[in-house]
């Protein structure tokens, strides 16, 4: 902005980067002074806030999954995930896609591990996991 007398300027960067700022100063008499400044902008860290829809379901009902996140660097990725709690094969639901949501009917009683993926553009990755109780 154009000289003012208040002393504060406030500059909200768009994405992540290296920004160089420029202040003047002008005094009474018309010298200005200079400082510039180089600011890094580094991302947020990437945080998985996904959710189910249930995790005590009966055998046989429809259980969903619902991938959110923050932070990181968009666009995101969603990947879906589940097996059996004694089981250490995780059986992919769906793979990394835009993809919201997606949905599994769990048929045999017992406890399962739900695992709802998120990736952001620079390929950091993080997971979320529930047990959910199949009645």
Request: charged share 20%; glycine share 6%; aromatic share 10%.
């Amino acid at each position: 902005r154009n000289y003012s007398t208040s002393k504060t300027a406030t500059f909200t960067p768009a994405k992540t980067g290296s920004y160089s700022v420029r202040v003047n100063i002008k005094d009474g008499t018309g010298t200005v002074k200079t400082k510039n400044f180089t600011v890094k902008v580094t991302a947020k860290n990437l945080v998985n806030s996904s959710k189910l829809s249930s995790t005590s379901i009966k055998a046989g009902s429809k259980l969903t999954l619902k991938a959110a996140a923050s932070g990181g660097t968009s666009p995101y990725k969603y990947a879906y995930y589940y097996k059996k709690s004694s089981s250490s094969k995780w059986v992919t639901l769906k793979g990394y896609s835009t993809t919201k949501s997606a949905s599994v009917i769990l048929k045999s009683k017992g406890t399962y591990n739900v695992r709802i993926a998120v990736k952001d553009a620079s390929n950091k990755t993080v997971y979320k996991t529930y047990n959910v109780k199949v009645k």
